[in-house]
């Protein structure tokens, strides 16, 4: 049973920093792309960014670029996401997102989400 549990979101002034953490069980999670996605209120749920299962590839949002760093432990099945010089504009929930190969199809899974609050 494939499970993604995040964690690391809060309230926090902007410029600040946090990190989230998602961490994964029921596959294997080096085979996995794993990303992160955004939702604010009333908006849609976007990409925030990405790392390939093998060679450990990223890309960002323009939105990120610069302040976001995705990265993965296969050691801890866990994958994060460090974030810098946050602004009000972050505030949303953030959710894991793990897509793998079952067979032919290329399958996705998210997690509960977890809450991120930019605000002085």
């Known amino acids: 049973q494939v499970q993604l549990v995040e964690s690391g979101g809060g309230l926090v002034q902007p410029g600040g920093s946090l990190r989230l953490s998602c961490a994964a069980s029921?596959?294997?999670?080096?085979?996995?792309?794993m990303s992160w996605y955004r939702q604010a209120p009333g908006k849609e749920r976007e990409l925030v960014a990405a790392?390939?299962?093998?060679?450990?590839?990223?890309n960002y949002a323009d939105s990120v670029k610069g302040r976001f760093t995705i990265s993965r432990d296969s050691a801890k099945n866990t994958v994060y996401l460090q974030m810098n010089s946050l602004k009000p504009e972050d505030t949303a929930a953030y959710y894991c997102?793990?897509?793998?190969?079952?067979?032919?199809?290329?399958?996705?899974?998210w997690g509960q989400g977890t809450q991120v609050t930019v605000s002085s």
């Open positions: 997102n793990a897509r793998l190969w079952l067979g032919p199809l290329n399958v996705g899974y």
């Open positions: 029921g596959f294997t999670f080096s085979s996995a792309a």
């Open positions: 790392i390939t299962s093998v060679g450990g590839s990223t």
